[in-house]
């Protein structure tokens, strides 16, 4: 065996099936009729990986539309993917114009400052028109000004932000998507995109010319109190076991010693630690899947691992380079969440440098 | 401006100060007139990128011991420096002893299975005695047995782990260290070692022959009433303001809208947000540095951006593409770890991939 696959048999591994996000994505395009379908990749796809995930789904469906946070995600997708529509959500400095422009990526336009750094241009733009988040984009007195007056833009998409898209019921979504729908009335040739993730699953009113997923695409769940069908979570992590060691009642493991034996108990040490992103140090009530049952997380998580309490019966043929998950099948990512000091969004875009990373088309390949 | 100077001007950037690494490590090396100083560069550097500390401690002053927890990172280290001692924490697996041999690395064996595979080899290695934390390491019964048994290992070093160094007054760091003392006069031709950063400033009793310094090298506290003298932060993340927005009264800011202006408010956003590591979305005192002041973080962080309340008339002259400090001279480590979601280690080997990296060896280049 040659140093890679002995360096990638011990390791930490993330394991990535792109034929679940190729499957979430045309699960998502069908709930419209009308509206095409987005993806969503800044943050590295979600801290997935964009050079994997992109070209899965622009070789595996009709996604032609990427959205990233900023220039240099940009830039780097077009390395990628030659041919795609590239937006860039958080706009554009004054030295960047010819960047935008020599890379065929378009800015999204926040403000009016910006809206006249594009005013000559030919090259196509989107506005963020903003309708209550109160972030980046158009205020509404700069909304309506912008309305009144004449504009020479090359305007490819306008589009909105929901606040609470996961609360379906909140009176914020309709007030939002009304607002953007009266906008969008006045610019009745330009695309309009309002729905995220959430905002899919709010109805067809939200969908309007172009939805936009993205932790959906990866298996995430936005906060919906369940998971649509269709759904499903696209990675898994696993560690591996570096020792077993017996301790007697009272014994502490790891830094300050906040776990103590009640019984005499056996612990196994896993390879994983808050380095790696998933586990944190202050996490109290994390569990990982071995041996086909769920095991509690004892002690302060280190640096590079983790112990476990495998004393119970059922983990007795657990032994040492056995795999362990961390998330997958049996972690969701709504369970990780859920007892995580970080939230679902954060787990993903958290994850660590250190994983041997695999990546797999399935049926698609 | 070419493409590159484009997209560093425009992002948010990491700034590492490598003299300021060079000079703690000088420091914490001086605190013992008689042990040697290693460096522990695990966890690619605790996040601060382990291709330029490494060279920069190794050709800067007489560190030649470097620690790293697992085989791919000792392998990737080996081909940074290709004379220096390399330790790896976690051991060894059965598969992985001929890529240790091959790149000249010397694991820490943690168990008798693990002395097993190392048995005939002529290459040097290290054994980790557990003295307490229950983690990786001989236990007591099993550091019983190797004493009482002739080896024929190359030993090259012994050491244990701290579980409290930095509570000075705990006693658990003596009886650690007299158990460490007792193993180290039964093995008195092998160089010994049990101080991480906290150990450093046990005092002499604690030094042995080699001592192992990791996040105070970087200017983190592991936990001290204060960072000693000498040890400055080696690192400063800046952000950059992509938009000023006027909010009147009652306007809330972003996601679930749980900021709401309580006054007509000016708020900036940074081009930083969760996937970058710094701040989390559940911080919710966090501040950061512009303008020569402290400005609070307001609402929910987002994953690429966040929000800052800029109202105040001192911040009066801010404006977009301003520099805002969310690490660096003003809010040191310290300050960010105590209003964190997570803790000081955990926000450095957090620091996320999106940043610009500058590296500079001040009056060492």
Redo the contacts between chains.
């Keep these: 065996?040659g140093?890679k696959d002995?360096?990638k048999?011990?390791?930490a591994s993330l394991n990535v099936d792109l034929s679940v996000i190729i499957d979430n994505y045309q699960t998502l395009k069908g709930k419209s009729n009308t509206a095409d379908c987005a993806a969503v990749v800044?943050?590295?796809a979600y801290?997935i990986g964009m050079d994997k995930v992109a070209p899965a789904l622009y070789n595996h469906t009709k996604c032609r539309i990427f959205f990233v946070?900023?220039?240099?995600?940009g830039?780097n997708l077009r390395k990628i993917l030659s041919a795609a529509t590239i937006y860039v959500?958080?706009?554009l400095?004054?030295?960047?114009v010819?960047?935008y422009i020599?890379?065929n990526i378009r800015p999204i336009l926040?403000?009016p400052?910006q809206i006249g750094l594009w005013q000559n241009e030919k090259a196509p733009c989107a506005i963020h028109f903003d309708t209550?988040?109160?972030?980046?984009g158009l205020?509404e007195a700069q909304t309506d000004e912008f309305l009144n007056e004449k504009h020479q833009l090359n305007l490819s998409l306008i589009l909105s932000h929901l606040?609470?898209s996961e609360e379906a019921d909140h009176p914020?979504n309709r007030t939002q998507m009304e607002k953007f729908r009266k906008i969008s009335t006045e610019l009745p040739n330009v695309p309009a995109s309002i729905a995220n993730s959430g905002g899919i699953f709010l109805g067809p009113d939200y969908h309007f010319n172009l939805m936009r997923p993205g932790i959906m695409l990866y298996g995430g769940n936005p906060g919906l109190p369940k998971l649509p069908d269709g759904i499903k979570q696209s990675i898994e992590i696993k560690g591996?076991i570096?020792?077993i060691?017996?301790?007697d009642t009272g014994?502490?493991?790891?830094?300050?010693?906040i776990w103590t034996a009640s019984r005499p108990s056996r612990?196994a040490?896993i390879?994983v630690?808050?380095?790696d992103?998933q586990l944190?140090?202050?996490d109290r009530h994390a569990k990982v899947f071995v041996a086909g049952n769920l095991a509690p997380v004892i002690g302060k998580v280190?640096?590079?691992?983790v112990?476990i309490d495998i004393t119970d019966e059922k983990f007795d043929r657990v032994t040492?380079?056995n795999d362990v998950e961390l998330l997958g099948a049996n972690i969701t990512l709504e369970m990780a969440g859920e007892v995580s000091?970080?939230?679902q969004?954060?787990l993903l875009?958290?994850i660590g440098?250190?994983y041997n990373k695999n990546y797999n088309l399935g049926a698609y390949a």
């Design positions: 065996m140093t002995v360096l048999n011990s390791s800044k943050a590295n801290g946070a900023n220039l240099v995600e830039v959500f958080n706009g400095f004054p030295d960047q010819d960047t020599d890379h926040n403000n400052a209550g988040i109160n972030r980046l205020s606040v609470r914020t591996k570096l020792q060691r017996e301790l014994m502490s493991v790891g830094y300050n010693a612990i040490l390879n630690g808050y380095a992103g944190k140090v202050s280190s640096m590079d691992m112990a040492v380079a000091t970080l939230g969004y954060e875009t958290g440098q250190r």
